[in-house]
Each structure stands twice: as C-alpha cells, then as structure tokens.
C-alpha cells in the first residue's frame, strides 16, 4: 500500500501546486467566478464532463450494476437525453444572455423578487447537492483511511479541496478539471479491464434487472433532467464563461455522450463483480471493491486520486455557482473587475461549513437524496423556458406554476415515498402540469406595463 500512497500524495501535491499557480493569475472577481468569459472549447468540454461526473452519481449508477446487470447501461442514458435536451434548447440562449447566474433570467425578465425566489429555490438544491458529494467521498475513501471517523474524513478532503481551489476560483476549477478528465479517461476504463473474471459463474436475468430498475423509474429521471438541467447554476457559470455561442453549444453535445460512456463502464464493471459470483455489501461498495481488491499496486493510488479530483472539482464548481447567485442576486453586484476575490472566497468558505454540516446529518442514501435536491429546481422550469420561448409568459403565470412546482414535488415524496416510485408521479405527472398551470395562469393574468417593460428590456439584451 506504500507505493498506492506515494503514487496519491505525488498527483496530490502536484494538483495543490496547479491550483496555486493558476491562483496567481487570479486578480479580479470576475476571472475568479467566471473566469473571464473567455473559456475555449477543449477545457469547456472537459470542465463539463467532469463538473457531471462526480463520487456521489458514480456510485449511485454504478451500484445498479450489481443489482440490474447490463439493463443498469438504461441509467445513463438519463444524462444522454438530459444534455442534448440542454444543448438544442438553451446552450446557446444561455451564452447570450450571458449573465453572472441563471436566477438574473428570473430578474431580468419577471422582476427583483422573483430572482430572488429562485436563487433561494436553486441554493438550497446546491445545499443538497454538495452535501451529498461530499458523503459520497466519504464513502469512497473510508475504506482507505479506515482508523477516521466519517466525519473526520470528510474534513480531510474538504481542507484538499479548499488547498487546491478555493484561491483560483473558477480558473482552478476548469484547469484542474482538464488535468483530471485527461486522468479520467484512462481510469475508467481499467476499472472495467481489471474486474473482468476469470469465469461467469452466475449472470442477473433481464427481467430481473427490469424489475430492480423499473423503466418507469428510468423515463422519469429522464424527464426530470431535461427540464432540471436547463436550470442548473453549475452548468449555467460554466456556460456563461465560454468564449463564445458555438462553443457553448459544441461543448455541452460533446460533453453529453462523454459523460454517458464514462457512467457506463463502471456500471459494467461493478456487474462483473455480480457475474464472479463476489459478494459485497450492496452496490454502492462495488466500485472500492475493485480499485482495492482487483487494481494492482500502483493502480489503486491513482484510482482514487482521479476520484478524488472528480470530487472536488464537482463540489469546488457548485460551491463556487452558489458564491455567484450570492453575490449577484442577493448582494445585488455584478462580478467586479476591479477588486480583489477576498469576498467571494469568504462567501464560499461559509458555504462549505454548511454543507459539511449537512452531509454528516442528512444524507443517507446517495442516488435517493441526489434526485429529492431536484424538486426546488424543477419548479422554475416554466419560468425559465417562458422567458426564452413564451413572449405572453407573465409574472402570476410564473409565481403559480413555481408554487404548484415545488408543492407537488414535496407531496409525491411524501405521498408516494421512494419505495411506491415518487419520481413517475413527480415527472410524468407534474411537468406537464407545471407548464399547463403557468400556460395557463399567464394567459387569464397577462403581463402588466411594468412587465411589458421589463420583457422589452430582456429581447433587447437578446437580440431578438
């Protein structure tokens, strides 16, 4: 295991040095929250695939493998179909709009309050959000320093994750993630290679998998991305620091079918765990399995290196959108060219206290929390693609269909529960409601000469 640490600490410490000299070059507020607006098509690509592919989603989605066999490659397809929903609907309308955060949309074009409405909605689902990846890391690395106490572990790596981001801003971020993707395509795969047994003694029947992982669970987290992900703070910055439209939209499709081979293979791989008859705890432990039992020497420092960089440069990147919507939504400031980070950093340390807290006493399952930090988010969908695609969308419209959002969300939770398929009654269900109510609600109470104002105001910053 000395060679694995040795391997670890090197990539480590040259992460931490990265992160410090791009720190350097760091002197305004606005290269450290969006990095000048000057981001280019490789490092967008790479800071995208790596900003989805995180600890805590790659081990919900690999744990299915162990459970559901080959009919486990149906999950992915979630992030497939739910970023190319992303790229032809908004990539584009989004670099145009070009803000500092989506929630300036809701002030834009239906007034003050209501960005503030959902930035509030947006920060509490990035609450949940990096809570659950730093659980996820947690988990990952308990195994590797197994005389800590959870807790103690998780302040282990959010003190790493502070060393090598937290001065560079957004600019660290995106660096870290192109070393790290390059990183990540090699891993990746060698997990699969290393799990392949020797002999199949036992195989998961499609039916079997279809029962484990019902399609109707699969077509609602479908549908649930594709209108949640068109919200979403921590694509949105990535965006808005892209150099330009085409780069925006080219990025965001590369980075779909990337991101849906890289959760792929571990899914594959953590079914030949199941097919070598090897049994584990649950799913969720197949991937540690692997890296511990089946990479050799060497291997296994490297493997969780990656990991761990997948991991930071996730919870850095929503950490940091959080940062963005503070300061902009509620401090009412754009990103300063003229004055130094040190507001932002301190802004992001808080952040990272709460959601530590919060990781250590509400999270429990990984994949079921990751999916209920959705429901503030889904409520703004008609709000959002009303502003881009509905000149007739009005305030009150809005207010209802978020309202009723955010209600029916929380009622089939509650209602239905994880164990009776909340998700089915949540998606197919409620987003068409959603837009019916604010179709609806919008035309019996059209927008006012205030509002006329303001839609005046938002076609000119578009263009149209």
Request: glycine letters at 8%; proline letters at 3%.
């Amino acid at each position: 295991m000395n060679l694995d640490i040795l391997v670890f600490c090197i990539f480590l410490l040259g992460s931490i040095f990265l992160g410090s000299v791009n720190a350097s070059s760091v002197k305004t507020e606005s290269s450290y929250l969006l990095a000048d607006r000057k981001t280019k098509l490789f490092p967008l690509i790479a800071t995208l695939v790596m900003t989805e592919f995180n600890p805590s989603t790659l081990i919900g989605f690999s744990s299915v493998g162990y459970i559901a066999g080959v009919w486990g490659l149906t999950l992915p397809i979630v992030f497939l179909f739910g970023l190319l929903f992303y790229t032809f609907v908004v990539a584009k309308k989004w670099k145009r709009f070009n803000a500092s955060s989506v929630a300036e949309l809701f002030t834009l074009r239906y007034g003050s309050t209501f960005g503030k409405i959902s930035s509030s909605f947006l920060l509490i689902a990035l609450l949940g959000f990096s809570s659950n990846y730093l659980k996820s890391m947690q988990i990952l690395f308990s195994p590797v320093l197994s005389g800590l106490m959870g807790w103690q572990i998780s302040i282990i790596l959010v003190i790493l994750t502070i060393l090598i981001t937290l001065r560079g801003g957004l600019i660290s971020i995106i660096k870290t993630d192109v070393w790290s993707f390059l990183a990540t395509l090699v891993l990746i795969p060698l997990l699969y290679y290393f799990s392949i047994p020797d002999e199949i003694i036992s195989e998961v029947q499609l039916s079997d998998g279809i029962n484990n992982l019902p399609p109707k669970f699969i077509i609602s987290l479908i549908i649930l991305t594709m209108f949640t992900y068109i919200s979403a703070p921590w694509y949105g910055q990535k965006i808005f620091s892209a150099e330009n439209e085409n780069i925006a939209f080219i990025a965001v499709g590369v980075s779909s079918i990337i991101v849906f081979v890289l959760y792929s293979i571990p899914i594959l791989a953590v079914y030949n765990l199941k097919i070598s008859n090897i049994n584990i705890l649950n799913g969720e432990v197949g991937l540690t399995y692997i890296i511990n039992n089946k990479f050799p020497i060497g291997f296994r420092g490297f493997g969780y290196l990656v990991i761990f960089l997948a991991g930071t440069t996730t919870l850095a990147g929503v950490w940091s959108s959080m940062t963005t919507m503070i300061v902009s939504d509620f401090l009412n400031k754009k990103e300063s060219r003229s004055y130094s980070q040190s507001r932002s950093i301190i802004i992001t340390l808080i952040i990272i206290i709460i959601s530590f807290f919060m990781s250590e006493y509400f999270i429990d399952k990984i994949l079921d929390k990751l999916i209920l930090a959705n429901i503030p988010i889904a409520a703004l969908s008609y709000g959002l693609l009303g502003a881009f695609y509905f000149k007739k969308s009005s305030k009150i419209g809005v207010l209802v269909s978020i309202i009723y959002g955010l209600f029916w969300g929380i009622f089939c939770y509650v209602y239905f529960g994880e164990s009776g398929g909340y998700t089915w009654y949540w998606s197919v269900y409620g987003i068409p409601q959603i837009f019916l109510i604010g179709f609806l609600f919008s035309t019996l109470f059209p927008k006012n000469k205030y509002e006329n104002q303001r839609f005046i105001e938002f076609e000119r910053r578009m263009g149209n």
